[in-house]
């Protein structure tokens, strides 16, 4: 066996004293989606970023497909097969449409694959491909989320993070970013979902953790924190 | 008329060598922060690039390669030694090590090549002068101004339809987001530099042809004036860098050609009062940067 | 102004015990290891020393008082040249050789003025630079002279029509080619127009086409601008098809400037010397190269050794080393012998009078004998 997607162990996250992550234990098992929920600077966007390679570890261990990544760069990692569509979206709005999935693409090293992928993504998202000529910048937030979700899945990862992808999204909006999450799940890609709006997160998570200070308060299957007041406790408390 | 016509096509032809060295400061600014004061020396070293090659009998095309391969190869070696180890520091970090850099390079040209100018002389037939319509013209202004145009048609088609290009401007943006795409960050910045020290060396063959001579010192006050045309032009704008270039080479030149020779001593002040008062109507720089970055 | 004096007092002290132990000469020498002043303040010192070195072989100066030099590195910047003439002067210096341009001098000859210590710049021409007072000295044919040499024969050549091309940022190259205007229209010439630029200006383009527009069309282009200067104009210049004459100053006296090829063919500059065959300059640059490998290229380094000659022979006059005596015998020179050529300084500004060598560049890129001559100091420009 090769292991699960992802395994956090133990991770630590600092920034000079302060703690962010403290001693995190996390699993992403193949072909499911982990969700990570917890109040604002309770520590999920560290944790994120650390296991894409953009954060240092103090501490602990990540593993990505049964293969130790602690410490790896962001680029070695994005080779190990994990994209990011990171807090923020962070799409390069100077750039065209077409021009941020290109540049994604370039990854794969394979231009002609490359292409195949971007025109499938702009069938995937028809908004994107109305728009492939536009500067990014001057998308609406829910196009840039798709877009930023596009641009991870350019370069085939096998596991995505999602940073909060529906924050600040109209209601629709967010329906069609739970469907798409569900739809890569059906795929196969193993998702690690951050979000802030708990109820949707578990409905389409098949795990749930829950952080606040900065440490796993809660861990175990979505259907039985949903009903746990613990859980609302801890989630409202930082 | 005449004269106007002259002098105008001096102005574009100094203004374009100030394009060409803000825009390389521009890119490297805009992708690492980095205000590159020793972006001079890169020139400088492309010209005793040119000035060894023909010393050791290259033809004088192949010196010029030479020169700019130089100049390309001290632009990586500079990232590489000095700037790389320096990355994510604050800009008053980074001003400082290029200020290192320039000071510890400009001494190894003066006691490893001369403190004097060497000589650097092209065939005759490069210099010279033509007629259009009664009107005699430089041949090395010309071609100047037509290089000039030539590298930054050719870095527009660079930055605007490759994936080398598009890295680059999303470095610009984002640079850590970037990596998380799997782009290798170093990768980008290593080409920002190159493109940034072949343009160096391009500046260093028009400055050398026109000048016919190379010292430690020679790439210092080009570049300051470049650095004045990126903050005019809005620092980290690309556009702006190589609009904030031509204006002031403008300035200098119909300043030097048209106004009293008992201002002549103020002219640099006028130049610079002009650029000032730019910057007070448009705080931001002719062409401010597209998007503001994230710290 | 307690602190200054306490200083002097301990400089005096420093002097007195110094004198006392030993007969050695202390000669302080500003010399820039870096910065516009390095490529004519090595080569100077290097003559120099070398000649204090062949003096000191022989017991020292008149075989008496060996010399002992300290020397300094200004870095050019003139606030490090007077903290370090200071320093030369705490360490027993009676004699300043200063760098080779008249700004570091002057502010030099400000802090030398107290004791009066005599000081003599390495090269600096420009004759302003003595009037800090009587202890101050040039070396080198002063601009004023130069200028008059070289005005002198472009008349004798015919030309008629000047066009000067100067820089007010330095008293060299604004005052050669405004000496020269002088000197050429007291001879009958005319000085159509000038052009003004600033040390290191990048594009000389501007004012070739002003010049290549003036009508009537001057025949002959004179500046005493330097290097990287004078290359970028007479590339400017000849690039826009201006074929005019163009004459200049001893700067021109460079392997640089001859290695502009056939661009500085045919021009013209002043010199402060010439090693014809089988004169003393010819036996120095022998002796030279045989003991140090590196062949003296320019005149400063002949005009380095002349320093230690006019110390030696000032010091035989004065009959000690006592400073004001030494100024004052220098100052009374007359006809005293040099290798580069012979110097006097009486009746001078202490500038002395020597012998300018007009030299013109051939196609080949060799330096030319024109002629040789003294100005004369009934027409001599005044500063």
């Known amino acids: 066996m090769s292991g699960n997607a992802l395994e956090v162990r133990q991770l630590e996250v600092r920034y000079g004293p302060v703690r962010a992550a403290i001693k995190i234990d996390l699993d992403v098992a193949p072909g499911s989606v982990t969700t990570l929920l917890g109040a604002n600077g309770a520590g999920k966007t560290s944790t994120v970023m650390a296991v894409a390679g953009a954060r240092r570890i103090a501490g602990g261990s990540v593993s990505i497909f049964g293969k130790d990544m602690t410490g790896a760069s962001a680029e070695d990692i994005v080779r190990a097969g994990v994209a990011i569509a990171p807090e923020g979206r962070r799409i390069f709005g100077s750039l065209s449409v077409e021009e941020n999935l290109r540049l994604a693409g370039s990854v794969l090293e394979d231009a002609q694959l490359a292409g195949e992928k971007s025109a499938a993504m702009m069938q995937r998202f028809p908004v994107l491909g109305e728009r492939r000529r536009q500067l990014a910048g001057l998308l609406s937030g829910g196009e840039q989320q798709m877009l930023a979700v596009a641009r991870a899945l350019m370069s085939q990862p096998r596991l995505l993070l999602m940073d909060e992808p529906s924050l600040g999204l109209a209601p629709q909006m967010v329906d069609q970013i739970f469907a798409i999450i569900e739809e890569l799940r059906q795929e196969g890609i193993s998702i690690l979902l951050v979000e802030q709006n708990a109820a949707l997160a578990l409905d389409v998570a098949d795990h749930a953790v829950v952080l606040a200070n900065g440490e796993v308060a809660a861990a175990g299957a979505p259907a039985d924190l949903k009903n746990d007041s613990l859980l609302h406790a801890a989630y409202l408390a930082a | 008329m005449e004269l106007f016509i002259q002098q105008t096509v001096n102005a574009i032809s100094l203004g374009g060598v100030y394009a060409m060295l803000a825009l390389g400061l521009a890119i490297v600014f805009s992708i690492v922060r980095l205000i590159n004061f020793a972006h001079g020396e890169i020139m400088t070293f492309g010209a005793y690039g040119i000035f060894l090659a023909l010393a050791f009998g290259l033809p004088p095309a192949a010196a010029l390669l030479f020169g700019l391969a130089a100049a390309v190869v001290m632009a990586l070696a500079m990232e590489r030694t000095a700037f790389r180890a320096m990355r994510g520091a604050d800009v008053v970090s980074l001003l400082i090590t290029s200020f290192a850099v320039s000071e510890i390079l400009k001494v190894l040209f003066q006691n490893g090549i001369s403190p004097r100018p060497v000589p650097i002389t092209f065939p005759p037939a490069w210099s010279g002068a033509y007629e259009v319509g009664g009107i005699t013209i430089g041949v090395v202004p010309t071609v100047s101004i037509m290089v000039t145009f030539t590298a930054l048609m050719g870095l527009s088609f660079i930055l605007r339809r490759t994936v080398a290009g598009m890295a680059m401007r999303a470095a610009a943006e984002d640079i850590e987001m970037l990596r998380l795409l799997g782009i290798r960050a170093n990768r980008v910045v290593a080409v920002s530099f190159a493109l940034s020290g072949l343009l160096a060396g391009i500046a260093a063959v028009i400055w050398t042809a026109q000048r016919g001579s190379v010292d430690p010192l020679m790439g210092f006050f080009p570049v300051l004036k470049a650095f004045i045309a990126t903050v005019l032009g809005g620092l980290g704008s690309l556009g702006g860098a190589v609009l904030g270039g031509f204006v002031v080479g403008m300035l200098e030149v119909l300043a030097q050609a048209f106004l009293p020779d008992s201002l002549a001593p103020y002219r640099d002040a006028i130049v610079l009062a002009a650029v000032i008062a730019a910057l007070l109507m448009r705080p931001d720089g002719l062409l401010p940067a597209a998007s503001a970055h994230r710290s | ?383």
């Open chain 3, 1 to 383: 102004m307690k602190l200054k004096s306490m200083l002097l007092a301990a400089v005096g002290v420093a002097a007195l015990s110094t004198a006392a132990m030993a007969e050695e000469y202390v000669i302080g020498v500003m010399s820039a290891q870096s910065g516009y002043l390095a490529p004519y303040d090595g080569p100077a010192y290097a003559g120099f020393q070398f000649c204090i070195d062949e003096m000191n072989a022989k017991g020292g100066l008149n075989g008496k008082h060996k010399v002992r030099t300290i020397v300094k590195d200004t870095r050019s910047d003139i606030a490090e040249g007077v903290k370090v003439v200071q320093e030369m002067l705490d360490g027993g210096a009676k004699f300043i050789v200063s760098s080779a341009d008249a700004d570091p001098t002057i502010a030099a000859a400000q802090i030398t003025a107290a004791d009066g210590v005599p000081t003599m710049t390495f090269a600096g021409t420009a004759p302003v630079l003595t009037q800090v007072g009587p202890h101050v000295f040039g070396s080198y044919p002063a601009d004023n002279q130069q200028g008059a040499v070289l005005a002198a024969y472009a008349r004798d050549e015919g030309f008629k029509q000047a066009w000067l091309v100067k820089s007010p940022d330095s008293a060299y190259t604004n005052g050669g080619p405004e000496y020269f205007g002088k000197a050429f229209e007291a001879l009958g010439g005319k000085v159509l127009g000038e052009s003004l630029y600033t040390l290191n200006q990048p594009d000389f383009s501007a004012i070739v086409t002003k010049i290549k527009a003036a009508d009537p069309a001057p025949d002959v282009i004179v500046t005493w601008a330097w290097e990287p200067d004078f290359p970028a104009l007479i590339k400017a210049l000849r690039g826009a098809g201006v074929k005019t004459q163009v004459m200049g100053g001893d700067v021109m006296d460079t392997p640089t400037v001859r290695g502009l090829g056939e661009v500085v063919a045919g021009s013209v500059h002043t010199s402060g010397g010439f090693p014809d065959e089988g004169s003393a300059y010819a036996d120095f640059i022998k002796r030279f190269e045989a003991k140090t490998g590196t062949t003296p290229d320019n005149n400063y380094y002949v005009n380095g050794c002349d320093i230690a000659h006019m110390i030696e022979q000032a010091v035989a006059a004065a009959g000690s080393t006592d400073p004001k005596a030494v100024s004052a015998a220098m100052a009374n020179i007359e006809n005293g012998k040099g290798v580069m050529s012979n110097f006097t300084f009486k009746g001078t500004d202490r500038m002395p009078l020597r012998e300018v060598v007009v030299a013109r560049i051939s196609a080949d890129g060799k330096k030319e004998f024109v002629r040789r001559a003294i100005a004369d100091p009934a027409t001599l420009p005044k500063p």
